[in-house]
Structures are given as C-alpha cells and as structure tokens.
C-alpha cells in the first residue's frame, strides 16, 4: 500500500488545474468584493478566503477541502451570481467591467467544480482517505 505522500506525488493533474482556476477566480472576484457595501463584502471576502483554502484542501486530496470549496463556491454564487447581469446595467463607469470580471470568475470556478468531481479525482480523493485511515 502506497503512503499518502506517495498518492500525493502522483496526483491528477485535474486536481492541480482545479486549484490554479479557483485561485485565479478567487483573484478575479477580489475587486468586486471590495466594490460592494461593507455588510457584504465582508461575507464575501470570508467566502473567498475559504473558498482558496478549501482549494489547497483538493491538492491535498481531502474530501473535507473539497466539500469546502463546494460550499463556500455555491455561497459565493449566491452574492456574486447577481453581478453578472445588474454590472451591465449599473451607473458606474466600471459596471461593465465588474459583470465581465464576475462571468470570467464564474467560468473559471465553474471548470474548477467540474475537474474535482471527474472521475480520476474521485478515485484521488478515495485512495488518499484510504491510505490516511490505514496510516493512523
């Protein structure tokens, strides 16, 4: 039986590229964070902070990370989602280039849940769980 160190080396490059497209989007969110009213943007900047550590989470191979990113993303949608279309329609000069910004961000994140959910990764997930509980 392989370690988890092991499995970890020889992780899909699905899980690798999942982390890379949540962090960009992560990144790509960040200013329409700080765009929106105080009450909000703080609940968005606590989502995305633990939307990339959920991200670091999936390299890792834990379920927990994963299932972590899928609801700190989904809770993210909900607050962001919006900016997508009321970006075009907003007065303020940089409304189009929020809703732009949110849309990249949402494809990206989206590609992101995808790639953690295709099958090598599932079967990444499950060996690395079951090397952790043969380990302890």
């Known amino acids: 039986m392989l370690?988890?160190?092991e499995f970890r080396a020889q992780r899909p490059r699905e899980v690798l590229t999942a982390r890379l497209l949540s962090?960009?989007?992560?990144?790509?969110?960040?200013p329409l964070a700080g765009y929106l009213y105080y009450p909000q943007s703080g609940l968005v900047a606590l989502s995305l902070i633990l939307y990339v550590f959920g991200a670091f989470g999936v390299a890792k191979g834990r379920k927990a990370g994963r299932t972590l990113a899928v609801v700190t993303l989904a809770l993210t949608y909900v607050l962001l989602l919006p900016y997508c279309v009321l970006g075009f329609r907003d007065s303020y000069l940089n409304g189009p280039v929020y809703a732009l910004t949110d849309i990249c961000a949402v494809l990206l994140s989206a590609t992101s849940l995808v790639l953690i959910y295709r099958p090598r990764s599932k079967r990444y997930f499950h060996l690395v769980t079951v090397a952790r509980d043969h380990d302890t």
């Open 3 to 5: 370690s988890v160190e």
């Open 23 to 30: 962090i960009a989007a992560a990144v790509l969110w960040a």
